[in-house]
C-alpha cells in the first residue's frame, strides 16, 4: 500500500490493490486522506498523531490493534490503516497456556517428590541419633552412628560419637582408678595381716581367763576377721575391675623387667622388716609383654603377698625373669612348706587356708589375657614355684617343643597334660 502510494497510484488502483489483501490476517486496510472504502477502527486523534509525527503508530482498539502508517504524497500525508484482531495476535495462545499448566504441575510434583526425600532423610538421620542416645541412657557405650542428612544433624552426629568415646575413655579411666586404688590397698593390708598375726592368740575355749584377757582376745579375733574380710572384699574388687576394664578396652604393653623392679621396691622393705633373704634376677633388659603395666603388677603382688602371707617369716624368697621359645617367664620361688594340690590353688575360688582363693587366679587371668599360663611346681629353694607364661610379642615364630616349660603349656591346650606336685603344706 505504502509503495503504491508513494509512486502515484489512483484511487482505482488502490482499490486493486486493497481488494487483493488477504481477510484471513486482518480486515481490509483503509487509507485516511483517499477514498478508497472501508471501516476505520482507528481515533481520529492517533491518524492525527501519525500524520503529524511522519512516524509509525500502533494503538489499541477495541477487539483489537491497528497499525497507522503515514506516507508523504506531494505535500499532504495520506495514512494508512491496518487493522489486526486480537484472535489474530495470539494464535496458539491456549496451547502455549496448557503448556505451562503442565511445566507447573510438573514443577509442583517434582518439588514435593525432592522435598519428601530430604525430610526423610532428615527424619531418619533424627530418629538414629535418638535412639543411639536412647541407647548411650541405658548404658550402651559402644553404639555409634553414621552421620547424614542436613549438614546441622551430621555435625549433631559426629558430636555424638565423640561424646560416646570420651564416656567410654572415662568410664575405663574410673574403672581403673578403682582398680588401682584396690590394689595399692592390697600391700599395706598385707603389712596387717602380717601384723595381727604377731599377736597373742585369741583362742578362748581353753583355759580360764579374766575379763579383761577374754576382751583382749575377743578384740584380736575381731581385729583378723576384719582383716580377712578387708582382703576378700579388695580381691573381689580387684578382679571384677580389671576383668570389665579387659574387656573393653585395648590389650596394652609393658616392660616386665621394669614392673618386677618396681613392685619389689615395696616388697623388699617389707622382707627387710621380716628378715626374709630375697634376690632379683633376669629383670636388667627390657622385656616388653602384652599385658597392661597395671594388670601385671596385680598378678605380681597376687603371687608375693602369697608368700609373704602363707610362709614363716624369714623365708627366703626370689623373683626371676627370663625369656626363651617364644615366651616369658616370670616365675616367684620360696623357701617355704610349698602347696599340697596346685590344681586345686589354681581353681578360681578355692582355697586351703580360709581365704577367697583369688590370689593365684587373678595371676593366671592375666596371663591368659596374654596368650600364657600359670604353673606350680616344686622351686629350686625347697618351696613352691609359680611361674606366669606370657607370649613374647617380639619372638619369631617357630616350631613349638613338646618338653620343657612351653612344652607343658602346649600339652595344657591339648588337654593331655597334669601337673605334678611333690610338696607339702599348703599355699593359695
Known amino acids: 500500500m505504502a509503495g503504491a502510494l ?20 486482518a480486515d481490509r486496510p483503509v487509507v485516511h486522506g483517499l477514498e478508497t472504502g472501508g471501516a476505520p477502527h482507528a481515533a481520529e486523534a492517533d491518524v492525527q498523531r501519525a500524520g503529524d509525527s511522519g512516524e509509525v503508530v500502533i494503538a489499541d482498539v477495541p477487539g483489537g490493534v491497528v497499525r497507522l502508517e503515514p506516507v508523504r504524497l506531494g505535500d499532504r500525508v495520506a495514512v494508512v490503516e491496518v487493522f489486526v484482531p486480537s484472535s489474530a495476535l495470539q494464535p496458539g495462545a491456549a496451547g502455549r497456556w496448557l503448556t505451562l499448566i503442565a511445566i507447573a504441575v510438573g514443577l509442583v510434583v517434582v518439588s514435593v517428590i525432592v522435598v519428601d526425600r530430604l525430610a526423610a532423610r532428615a527424619v531418619a538421620s533424627a530418629r538414629g541419633l535418638v535412639q543411639a542416645a536412647l541407647a548411650v541412657g541405658d548404658g550402651d557405650l559402644e553404639v555409634r552412628i553414621e552421620p547424614s542428612g542436613p549438614r546441622e544433624l551430621a555435625e549433631a552426629g559426629y558430636a ?27 600391700t599395706p593390708l598385707t603389712v596387717l595381716r602380717l601384723d595381727a598375726d604377731a599377736l597373742d592368740s585369741d583362742d578362748t575355749s581353753v583355759g580360764s581367763f579374766s575379763e579383761a584377757e577374754l576382751d583382749r582376745r575377743r578384740t584380736i579375733r575381731r581385729i583378723r576377721q576384719a582383716i580377712v574380710t578387708l582382703e576378700g572384699e579388695i580381691d573381689v574388687l580387684i578382679n571384677t575391675t580389671r576383668k570389665t576394664v579387659s574387656q573393653e578396652a585395648a590389650p596394652g604393653m609393658c616392660d616386665v623387667s621394669e614392673v618386677v623392679r618396681d613392685r619389689m621396691v615395696f616388697w623388699a622393705a617389707l622382707a627387710g622388716d621380716q628378715n626374709r633373704p630375697h634376690r632379683i634376677s633376669g629383670a636388667q633388659l627390657r622385656i616388653p609383654v602384652p599385658v597392661p603395666r597395671a594388670e601385671l603388677a596385680a598378678a605380681l603382688d597376687a603371687v608375693l603377698g602369697n608368700v609373704f602371707r602363707y610362709t614363716p617369716q624369714g623365708t627366703a624368697f626370689e623373683v626371676a625373669v627370663s625369656r626363651r621359645d617364644g615366651y616369658i617367664a616370670v616365675r616367684v620361688d620360696d623357701a617355704g612348706p610349698g602347696i599340697a594340690n596346685p590344681d586345686r590353688a589354681l581353681r578360681r575360688g578355692a582355697s586351703d587356708r580360709g581365704s577367697t582363693g583369688l ?70
Open 6 to 25: 508513494a509512486a502515484g497510484a489512483d484511487p482505482t488502483r488502490l482499490t486493486q490493490v486493497i481488494d487483493q489483501f488477504d481477510d484471513s490476517v
Open 359 to 428: 590370689g593365684l587366679d587373678i595371676a593366671r587371668r592375666v596371663a591368659l589375657q596374654a596368650n600364657g599360663s600359670v604353673s606350680i611346681d616344686r622351686a629350686r629353694l625347697g618351696g613352691a614355684s609359680v611361674v606366669m607364661l606370657l607370649a613374647d610379642p617380639e619372638a619369631v615364630p617357630r616350631q613349638v617343643s613338646r618338653f620343657g616349660l612351653v612344652g607343658r603349656l602346649a600339652r595344657e591346650r591339648d588337654g593331655k597334660g597334669r601337673r605334678q606336685a611333690r610338696t607339702g603344706g599348703s599355699e593359695t
Open 160 to 186: 555424638f560419637n565423640r561424646m560416646a568415646d570420651r564416656l567410654v575413655t572415662s568410664r575405663t579411666d574410673e574403672r581403673e582408678l578403682v582398680a588401682d586404688l584396690s590394689h595399692r590397698l592390697r
